[in-house]
């Protein structure tokens, strides 16, 4: 695990937003961890945060030329990112969408710069992958074109419910249907190391089998 990849870890949970104990999910699962990028709720921890987001975008090496942040969690993330980005000397444009049209002033769902050019989409998670094709349909509409998708956490498992799960994430479902590639800062196997080699923290050593049980039974390679 890359030192940026601990550090983000050790940093969501010294922040609380990444938790353990049970939790149901979206799919109805029962899982020992619970990721909410939304307690990320002060300046320093979202600027913190941003950081995080903007070197693992410069990391990977990906082309773009601004960010979209699909509402509502994506639209601080990539306003916050873009910030972040600046600081680090590559000054983007960014632009979010509303849920409803603005039928006065400017007008219409997105708000910021033009959309165009390579288009960085900004989330926190793919749970269904909703706001990705949505947000794929608002940059390709006017013109641009959808190169990346950067979240924070990548849960990696596999996309469904029981008794239908796809052999697939939902982050590789993404990436299979819009021919993009999705970029994590983190994701579960680096969750599954960080707390294996927690040490002297036994609050959460003691999670490590129930993380690695829910690995071996929804995980995706």
Do not use: C
Request: proline share 3%; glycine share 10%; charged share 20%.
């Amino acid at each position: 695990m890359s030192n940026l990849r601990q550090e983000f870890i050790a940093f969501s949970v010294s922040a609380g937003v990444l938790s353990f104990g049970e939790f149901v999910t979206k799919a109805g699962r029962l899982s020992p961890y619970f990721f909410n990028v939304g307690l990320f709720n002060d300046g320093a921890n979202l600027g913190r945060l941003a950081d995080f987001y903007a070197q693992t975008l410069i990391d990977s090496g990906v082309e773009f030329d601004m960010l979209f942040g699909p509402a509502y969690k994506g639209i601080t993330l990539a306003a916050a990112t873009a910030i972040a980005l600046a600081s680090k000397g590559r000054n983007v444009p960014f632009a979010y969408n509303r849920k409803e049209a603005k039928d006065h002033g400017e007008g219409g769902t997105i708000v910021g710069a033009k959309l165009q050019g390579k288009v960085v989409i900004i989330d926190d998670v793919i749970s269904a992958g909703t706001s990705v094709r949505e947000s794929v349909e608002l940059i390709r509409a006017a013109g641009a074109t959808p190169s990346a998708v950067l979240i924070a956490l990548d849960r990696m498992e596999r996309a469904g419910k029981d008794g239908a799960l796809s052999p697939h994430s939902a982050v590789q479902e993404v990436t299979q249907a819009y021919g993009m590639p999705v970029i994590s800062i983190g994701n579960l196997d680096d969750l599954l190391e960080y707390i294996s080699k927690a040490g002297a923290n036994q609050d959460l050593a003691k999670y490590k089998d129930a993380v690695a049980a829910y690995r071996s039974r929804y995980g995706v390679m």
